[in-house]
């Protein structure tokens, strides 16, 4: 059985940093696209980093690119999402997502992603 495990999430001040870590087991791992999602009260659940976890290839949305990163360590099924400079719209909860997708670069909707972890919260305080 798929399981997903988020860590590192906490409270931080405006201009710190964060590193998340999603730890994946219980499933064949081969073609496996990992994402991080976030979603604020009221808002739509949105994709910030994305790896593509056989190749290496990132995506970042608008809002997070230049500050987070995204990567991966096969020899521990983990993937980290390593958070600099944060800002109070920063604070979320956040969600660890997996698919499988042998084609073409990794999908970036929340409906294409079928196993989740519980999510971790971050806050950012001013």
């Known amino acids: 059985q798929a399981r997903l495990v988020e860590s590192g999430g906490g409270s931080v001040q405006a201009g710190g940093s964060l590193r998340l870590s999603c730890k994946y087991s219980?499933?064949?791992?081969?073609?496996?696209?990992v994402a991080w999602f976030r979603q604020a009260p009221g808002k739509e659940r949105e994709a910030v980093a994305i790896?593509?976890?056989?190749?290496?290839?990132?995506s970042y949305s608008d809002s997070v690119k230049g500050r987070f990163t995204i990567s991966h360590d096969d020899d521990q099924n983990t993937v980290y999402l390593q958070m600099n400079r944060l800002s109070v719209d920063d604070t979320d909860m956040y969600y660890c997502?997996?698919?499988?997708?042998?084609?073409?670069?990794?999908?970036?909707?929340?409906?294409?992603?079928?196993?989740w972890g519980q999510g971790t919260q971050v806050t950012v305080s001013s």
């Open positions: 219980g499933y064949d791992d081969n073609y496996n696209c």
């Open positions: 997502a997996t698919r499988s997708q042998v084609i073409g670069p990794c999908a970036t909707g929340r409906s294409k992603y079928t196993r």
């Open positions: 790896i593509q976890a056989w190749s290496g290839t990132t």
